[in-house]
């Protein structure tokens, strides 16, 4: 087994301000950034606050940005940098700092809360649900989002506004938005609830630009942009151009002045 020192810089500090800290520590053959973090705190930062539970790339806790790049700890490899490299490890941007290396991603919770839960079809019970296997492959897809909110993080409509985080839920919750309508057992059009219409009222969706930097920083792999954020734009433009719904909206608003 071989080891060096690697060179590491480290943000530390909480709410009212701190700055980067150089730490030279050890590294072992087959470790990941998250083993050095925690030989850090073993050996001379005991202090250091940081965020992990699963060491498994599962329970999306030790997300952080390792030399700029949105990234799960405990499944970078040190071995993905050269053993002369500066490893800088800092919070995530769009969140605000609680300390070190942990944020408040308390955002996501809360755009999660807005997005309406599954209709259930009336009349069919639990256990009779059929779907077509290409509907549950897409469903299944977006599942094994990890809630890392490493999309979050990385999408550059709140990294840098924080003024946009009111009207915009994020790549991680237009995708379930998306999930939801295109569910085919989902009946909330039948309670009136138009989830394309509030994916662009009330989600944001017209503030993504499509950039697929979300997809890029994903670590389950899910093409969050080509199979969710795309498909919703174009069934909200559906939407929008449908002669039906035109018609009907005209009349609504005749009908209310
Ligand atoms: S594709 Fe959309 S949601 Fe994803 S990072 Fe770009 S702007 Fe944000
Ligand atoms: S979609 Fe991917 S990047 Fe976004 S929260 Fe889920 S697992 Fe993390
Ligand atoms: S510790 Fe669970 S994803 Fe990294």
């Known amino acids: 087994m071989s080891s060096y020192e690697a060179a590491f810089r480290v943000w530390r500090g909480d709410v009212g301000g701190g700055g980067l800290e150089d730490f030279k520590v050890e590294v072992n053959d087959g470790e990941v950034v998250l083993d050095i973090i925690h030989r850090l705190q073993a050996t001379q930062t005991p202090d250091l606050a940081v965020r ?3 060491k498994a790339g ?3 806790s030790c997300s952080a940005e390792v030399n700029g790049r949105p990234r799960l700890m405990c499944m970078t490899r040190m071995s993905v940098f050269t053993r002369d490299e500066v490893i800088t490890v800092t919070p995530l941007r769009a969140f605000p700092v609680v300390r070190d290396l942990v944020t408040d991603v308390g ?3 809360r755009k999660a809360r807005e997005v309406p839960a599954f209709v259930p079809p009336a ?3 639990p256990g009779e649900y059929r779907m077509m296997q290409e509907d549950v492959d897409r469903s299944q897809e977006f599942r094994k989002c990890i809630e890392c909110f490493l999309c979050q993080d990385t999408c550059h409509v709140v990294r840098d506004h ?3 985080k009111a009207a915009f839920a994020g790549p991680r ?3 379930r938005v998306a999930e939801l309508d295109m569910h085919p057992l989902d009946a909330a059009s039948e309670e009136g609830l138009d989830r394309k219409r509030t994916a662009q009222d009330e989600h944001g969706l017209g503030y993504c630009n499509i950039t697929k930097c979300c997809t ?3 670590p389950e ?3 969050i942009t080509d199979n969710a954020l795309i498909p919703l734009k174009e069934r909200a433009a559906d939407r929008k151009y449908d002669p039906v719904v035109w018609l009907g909206n005209k009349i609504r608003r005749r009908g209310g002045s």
Do not use: P, Q, S
Request: include cysteine; glycine fraction near 16%; charged fraction near 15%.
């Open 173 to 175: 919750f237009l995708m």
């Open 58 to 60: 599962k329970c999306g």
């Open 221 to 223: 792999g899910i093409h």
């Open 162 to 164: 924080e003024d946009n």
């Open 216 to 218: 890029e920083v994903c």
């Open 107 to 109: 955002f996501n919770y």
């Open 123 to 125: 009349g069919v019970g």
């Open 52 to 54: 992990w539970n699963c």
